[in-house]
C-alpha cells in the first residue's frame, strides 16, 4: 500500500491564481481531511469528509472548496490564492471504526 | 481557537537519557488523545494514543500518561535516539463535537549524540 499520496509536492503561485491539491488514498479508508500547518503552529482542519459524497467545514475553511470524488480521492481547490494561503497542506484518512488519522506528505505552497 | 498546546518549545535531550513531552489541554469533554511524530519535511506520523478512561498506555519505548485532574498529557520516549528528534504533537478528539481532531502546537526534540 502507498498509504496516503498528494501531489504536487511544491507549488509557487501568484495571488489570485487558481489550483487544485490532489490527495489519494489506497486503504479504503471512509474519512478524508485536509490540513494546514504554519511555521510554529500545529496542523488546523480545513475541511474534511466523512464518507464518499460528503464534506463538511473545518475550523479554517474560508478561500478552499473541496471535492470528494470518490472513496479513495479527496482535493482541495484554492479558487484565487492569497498571501495568507501559504502554508503546508496535509491530507489524512481516518481508520474505519478507529480515530487514528493517518497523514500524507504534504504540499509546500507559496503564494506570492 | 486551540484547546491543545498552543507552544513549540524545544526539548534538548542527550542521546540514551528519556524524554518527556508535555501538553496541556482545557476540554474536559475530550474522548480521546493522540501523539504524533513529525520529521522535517514529512508528514504527522502516529505514535501511540489513549482513551480518556485511561490513565497510561505503553508501547514500544513510548509511555503516554493521562491526568484528567489537571488536564496534562505526557510521552515519555526512553533510551532516546537521534532517529526521535522531530517534532511532537498531542491532539484529541472530543467525541460529541464531530470526531474532529484538534492539534496543540507542538514540542521539538533534539537528540544530542
Known amino acids: 500500500n502507498a498509504g496516503v499520496t498528494q501531489t504536487p509536492k511544491f507549488q509557487v503561485l501568484k495571488t489570485g491564481q487558481s489550483m487544485t491539491l490532489q490527495c489519494a488514498q489506497d486503504?479504503?479508508?471512509?474519512?478524508m481531511y485536509w490540513y494546514r500547518q504554519d511555521p510554529g503552529m500545529g496542523l488546523r482542519l480545513i475541511y474534511y469528509?466523512?464518507?464518499?459524497?460528503?464534506?463538511d467545514k473545518g475550523e479554517v475553511p474560508n478561500g478552499y472548496n473541496v471535492s470528494r470524488l470518490n472513496k479513495r480521492e479527496f482535493s482541495l481547490r484554492l479558487e484565487s490564492a492569497a498571501p495568507s494561503q501559504t502554508s503546508v497542506y496535509f491530507c489524512?484518512?481516518?481508520?474505519?471504526?478507529?480515530?487514528?488519522?493517518?497523514f500524507g506528505p504534504g504540499t509546500r505552497l507559496t503564494v506570492l | 481557537g486551540e484547546s491543545v498546546g498552543l507552544h513549540l518549545p524545544t526539548l534538548s535531550v542527550q542521546e540514551g537519557d528519556n524524554s518527556i513531552i508535555n501538553c496541556a489541554y482545557s476540554?474536559?469533554?475530550?474522548?480521546?488523545f493522540i501523539w504524533y511524530k513529525q520529521e522535517s519535511g514529512k508528514g504527522p506520523q502516529f505514535i501511540i494514543d489513549?482513551?480518556?478512561?485511561?490513565d497510561k498506555r505503553q508501547g514500544q519505548r513510548v509511555t503516554v500518561l493521562l491526568n484528567k485532574t489537571v488536564k496534562h498529557l505526557s510521552l515519555q520516549i526512553a533510551a532516546t535516539q537521534p532517529g526521535d528528534s522531530a517534532v511532537y504533537f498531542c491532539?484529541?478528539?472530543?467525541?460529541?463535537?464531530?470526531?474532529?481532531?484538534?492539534f496543540g502546537g507542538g514540542t521539538r526534540v533534539l537528540v544530542k549524540p
Open positions: 489524512a484518512s481516518r481508520v474505519t471504526g478507529t480515530d487514528t488519522q493517518y
Open positions: 486503504m479504503n479508508h471512509n474519512s
Open positions: 469528509s466523512a464518507s464518499e459524497g460528503t464534506t
Open positions: 476540554n474536559s469533554a475530550s474522548d480521546y
Open positions: 489513549i482513551r480518556s478512561n485511561m
Open positions: 491532539a484529541e478528539i472530543i467525541r460529541a463535537a464531530g470526531n474532529k481532531l484538534t
